[in-house]
């Protein structure tokens, strides 16, 4: 169970995380989750290049690891990074000190002050301590629209559908550059981009990366 368009009063309920990006301005902030992965990567980077466009990608320590040119690939892009713990975790079902550990895991492999929960899950504690105890801090970036690529049982037309039906002027809008999404986030992706360019939008990253290596 998941809402594709994130509601409002999540948003109030935790309203230190960042949700969407202010502005009128007809621009789409694109993020994914959980690479590089060797296919998946390499295609959303070269459909952003195609449209000119900007992204922000969530990386896995792990997979930074196992795909160092892929990573750096994104980063000399001109694109942005942002830590998505090293194994994946489950803030609900993970120890803090545990949790912490593991980002700060991922830290030495990504140099970014964004961090994005796996599962969109992460308790207030340990949001806070990201926040306002970590130093530096972490900006924690969540989203104001689920494209559901990750959903298998949804077709690539339904899952273009929820993006063109739910993204506005500052949506933060998550794929997934992953093997379970791959077979709808490579129909979405080229759809959202031409769908959207077409009506004039431009496609930026969020701020705050860089890389370490």
């Known amino acids: 169970m998941y809402l594709v368009k994130t509601p409002w009063w999540l948003r109030k309920l935790y309203p230190t995380l960042t949700w969407q990006l202010p502005?009128?301005?007809k621009v789409l902030y694109l993020t994914f989750d959980d690479g590089p992965h060797e296919t998946a990567t390499p295609f959303i980077l070269d459909c952003l290049r195609s449209y000119n466009a900007k992204g922000t990608f969530f990386c896995i320590g792990k997979n930074v690891q196992q795909h160092p040119s892929i990573y750096r690939r994104i980063i000399e892009e001109g694109h942005n990074v942002g830590n998505h713990t090293h194994n994946h975790l489950n803030g609900w079902k993970t120890r803090d000190r545990e949790y912490m550990d593991n980002i700060?895991?991922?830290a030495s492999y990504i140099d970014s002050r964004l961090f994005r929960p796996p599962?969109?899950?992460?308790?207030?504690?340990?949001?806070?301590?990201?926040?306002?105890?970590?130093?530096p801090p972490y900006q924690v970036i969540m989203w104001s629209v689920l494209s559901g690529d990750f959903d298998v049982k949804i077709s690539p037309e339904q899952c273009l559908k929820n993006v063109i039906l739910s993204a506005t002027p500052g949506s933060i809008i998550v794929f997934h550059d992953?093997?379970?999404a791959w077979e709808r986030m490579k129909y979405a992706l080229p759809g959202t981009l031409e769908h959207f360019a077409a009506q004039g939008f431009a496609f930026r990253s969020i701020n705050g990366a860089g890389f370490n290596f």
């Not at 599962?119 to 130093?135: D, E, M, P, S, T």
């Open 23 to 25: 502005g009128d301005e």
């Open 104 to 106: 700060n895991q991922a």
């Open 119 to 135: 599962y969109g899950r992460i308790g207030r504690f340990q949001a806070n301590f990201l926040q306002q105890v970590q130093q």
């Open 178 to 180: 992953s093997t379970k």
